[in-house]
Every structure is written in structure tokens, then in C-alpha cells.
């Protein structure tokens, strides 16, 4: 049975850091790309980061670009979230995801297996 378990959410002050990881479990992703989606209360979930099967090509949404870094270990079947430089609008429960396909996409239907989420609060 495939299983993705984030870790590292928690209550941070503004400006702070955190890094967030996903545990995968059941199957090798090694061949996959890996993502990181949000959801703030009330609104949808919205596609963060995401880092094809290899480790050497990375993508991000506009508003994370340049704080947010995201990596991966195959040898550990884990994908991390660096997040530096938080804002209060960074605050949402945080997703990863395992790719269809060895290079990543911004869409949700191009991800077939999801973790529980980790919560991040970011305080101002």
C-alpha cells in the first residue's frame, strides 16, 4: 500500500523557516516526479514546488520562487520543502504528491498518490 507521510508543519513567527518532509512508502518514486501543493483555509489547493525524478530540474509557483526550495533523496524514497523567509500568507495545510511521470507538472490531476498534510502557521 502506497503511503506519503509530511512532517515539520508547526507554528512559526513571520520570517521564520521550516523544512518540510514527505516519507514515501510502498513503492519506489524514485522514477517519478515529486511535488508540494497548499491549501489556506477557505481557499483551494494550489500547486508550491515540484522536482523531477532525478533531483536536477525544479519548478515553482511564482509566489514561492526564490524562498522555497525544493530537494529530494531517492536513496530515502523522501522529498523535502525547504521554506525560508515565511509570510503570514504562506499559512495552509501542506501537500505532497507523487508524479505520473518522471518530470513534474503545476496541475493536481497529474499526481497520483497524496500525503495527509502537515499544517504550517505562519504568525505576523
Known amino acids: 500500500q502506497v503511503q506519503l507521510v509530511e512532517s515539520g508543519g508547526g507554528l512559526v513567527q513571520a520570517g521564520g523557516s521550516l523544512r518540510l518532509s514527505c516519507a514515501a512508502s510502498?513503492?519506489?518514486?524514485?522514477?517519478?516526479?515529486m511535488g508540494w501543493f497548499r491549501q489556506a483555509p477557505g481557499k483551494e489547493r494550489e500547486f508550491v514546488a515540484t522536482i523531477n525524478w532525478s533531483g536536477e530540474s525544479t519548478y515553482y509557483a511564482d509566489s514561492v520562487e526564490g524562498r522555497f526550495t525544493i530537494t529530494r533523496d531517492n536513496a530515502k524514497n523522501t522529498v523535502y520543502l525547504r521554506i525560508n523567509t515565511l509570510k503570514p500568507e504562506d499559512t495552509g495545510v501542506y501537500y505532497c504528491?507523487?508524479?505520473?511521470?518522471?518530470?513534474?507538472?503545476?496541475?493536481?490531476?497529474?499526481?497520483?498518490?497524496w500525503g495527509q498534510g502537515t499544517q504550517v502557521t505562519v504568525s505576523s
Open positions: 510502498g513503492r519506489t518514486f524514485s522514477s517519478y516526479a
Open positions: 504528491a507523487v508524479g505520473r511521470r518522471p518530470y513534474g507538472s503545476i496541475s493536481a490531476r497529474e499526481y497520483d498518490f
